[in-house]
């Protein structure tokens, strides 16, 4: 399977673990990643550029109809749900939902919805159950579900609320998500290489 969608979720702890997960990537990936983060709706830009000092690949904060393209990392705004589209971004200001906003969830669901069995969800380190029902979505059409191994979580909760959802998860530590993550990038990059020929 050739996947075209990576989403990250992640709460409490996540900056730590999103520092960790874009630090071991390639330099050169061929899937777009998209990372959401619970955070103060006041926090700014500040995610993007910490995580920009990890890797050589593009960070970027997503704007409204942004399009989606390979090798990039997409940073979910503060105060705005995420929603993934055929090929770019949708930014919404619908109601939190159970309380966060962006909601992770949402966002899983989205991906799922469109991308199917192309689909890959990550489920990192947080203090609430949100993500565990879009990466149920995500293995339910057809795509792959990995979570942090809560022994290794700053705060295990959202890595065993996704568990107990989806318990044919592959649950890691961190350092082996991003190796396995790479893998599927480098088929995926091979997959468009031999179409192009």
């Known amino acids: 399977m050739a996947y075209e969608i990576i989403v990250v979720g992640t709460s409490w702890g996540g900056l730590s673990a999103l520092t960790q997960l874009i630090g071991d990537l390639p330099p050169v990936f061929g899937i777009p ?69 962006p909601s992770i969830d949402l966002t899983f669901v989205s991906a799922a919805d469109t991308y199917g069995a192309r689909s890959v969800g990550v489920v990192l380190t947080g203090a609430n159950a949100d993500g565990s029902r879009g990466l149920k979505r995500i293995v339910d059409r057809g795509g792959l579900a990995f979570v942090q191994s809560p022994a290794t979580a700053e705060s295990p909760t959202m890595p065993a609320a996704a568990l107990r959802c989806v318990p044919n998860a592959r649950a890691l530590a961190i350092p082996a998500i991003a190796t396995a993550l790479s893998e599927l990038s480098h088929y995926a990059s091979s997959t468009r290489a031999r179409a192009r020929r």
């Open 33 to 101: 990643v998209v990372a959401v983060q619970h955070r103060h709706r006041e926090s700014g830009h500040m995610l993007a550029g910490l995580l920009q000092d990890q890797t050589s690949l593009c960070v970027t904060e997503v704007e409204d109809k942004m399009p989606i393209t390979a090798g990039t990392i997409y940073v979910a705004p503060a105060d705005y749900h995420l929603l993934i589209e055929q090929g770019f971004f949708s930014l919404s200001t619908d109601e939190p939902v159970s309380y966060s906003r």
